[in-house]
């Protein structure tokens, strides 16, 4: 069989600035450590490429949601250093923390008695302290599923940590009553936004996750953390419009002089959503080609002017600084990394 031809869609990582936003965020965690949330595949960036970086960082806790999601990290990093956050919520599910060495963060009474069937061991517990997701309420820490567990970390999670809202310090007061009542070897209420709370949201460990990946949630923020994710497309033809000719579904762009113009490799289904159509531009070189027209599935088409030079098989940049590109598109942060398809080059 002759070589499979490589993708027209590439991603680059730039796994230093990756490690530089860890230390960066690490060093804003003043006495506590900082960890980081490799869920969702490092929010679409790739396990096998990002967990190694912050590895060799000096990552000590990891954090994931499902527990399909471990034997990837499993491939990086010890079972002791891996927190699962959803919790053990089969029988099944507890035996195979037990088995393997997993940390399984407990949200509940129920989960609390799956992990003790299984033969109990240390694990980490989440307290619900206003978020109303996971986690045992505070009135349930008395419970004696809940007061047989080995507590190796007591957790909370913020709510309104990227705005300045007067929940932050009533979830703070809320964990810090039921630090009091747990016995724990480590405490940790602070995602990335909450590393820039201060020093009284840092406790022991905190949990960054979006900033590891370039996002800045809060303005503390800027200046801090370097972009990560490079997205890059293919050009599959060059096109030439007259005045009048439409472009893509609907027809919603009309030229209004003849342009050239090139069609590219990127489309919804590798996360560049619909909601980019008509905003913004692919980039070459510093020059901007501006979108033309509907998103499609695979394909987007830009207005060429500015590259006469462009040629099909040549490469665009699709900007993405995640701010920027959030401000953009109407799209979270998170949203932006997490829908990153699957034909990217990673």
């Known amino acids: 069989m ?10 680059r990582l730039d796994t230093e600035a990756l490690a530089a936003n860890w230390r960066a965020l690490d060093r804003m965690s003043g006495r506590a450590q900082a960890g980081a949330a490799v869920k969702a595949d490092c929010y679409g960036l790739g396990v096998d490429q990002c967990v190694p970086a ?29 927190s699962v956050l959803h919790g053990p919520v089969t029988a099944q599910e507890a035996e195979y923390a037990a088995a393997v060495g997993l940390r399984p963060v407990i949200n509940s009474i129920h989960q609390a008695q799956m992990w003790a069937s299984a033969g109990g061991g240390e694990c980490d517990l989440m307290v619900d302290t206003g978020i109303n997701r996971l986690g ?5 820490l008395g419970d004696p599923a809940i007061a047989a567990l080995k507590v190796g970390t007591l957790m909370s999670h ?15 007061a809320h964990f810090r009553a039921a630090a009091a009542l747990v016995p724990a070897r480590a405490r940790s209420m602070a995602n990335s936004a909450g590393i820039a709370l201060g020093s009284d949201y840092h406790f022991d460990l905190t949990r960054p996750g979006l900033s590891l990946y370039g996002g800045v949630p809060t303005g503390a923020l800027a200046g801090h953390i370097r972009q990560v994710a490079f997205p890059q497309a293919a050009v599959i033809q060059r096109r030439q419009l007259s005045a009048g000719d439409s472009v893509g ?16 490799s990127l489309g919804y289904a590798d996360g560049f959503l619909r909601c980019w159509g008509g905003k913004g531009g692919l980039a070459l070189q510093g020059a901007t080609l501006p979108l033309l027209g ?14 006469p030079d462009l040629r099909e098989g040549d490469w665009l940049d699709v900007p993405y600084d995640l701010p920027q590109a959030s401000a953009a ?10 829908v990153l398809g699957k034909r990217f080059a990673r």
């Open 158 to 172: 913020l709510a309104c940590a990227d705005e300045d809202s007067p929940m932050n310090a009533r979830q703070l």
């Open 54 to 82: 912050l590895r060799d960082a000096g990552v000590e806790r990891y954090f994931i949601a499902h527990w399909s999601e471990a034997p990837a990290v499993l491939r990086h990093v010890p079972p002791q250093q891996v």
């Open 329 to 338: 598109s109407g799209l979270s942060q998170y949203e932006l990394l997490t």
């Open 2 to 11: 002759p070589e499979q031809p490589p993708p027209t869609l590439r991603l």
């Open 294 to 307: 509907r998103v499609s599935m695979d394909m987007v088409v830009v207005d060429a002017t500015a590259a």
């Open 136 to 140: 045992v309420s505070t009135d349930e």
């Open 249 to 264: 579904y609907n027809a919603t762009f009309v030229a209004d002089r003849p342009m050239p113009v090139a069609v590219v």
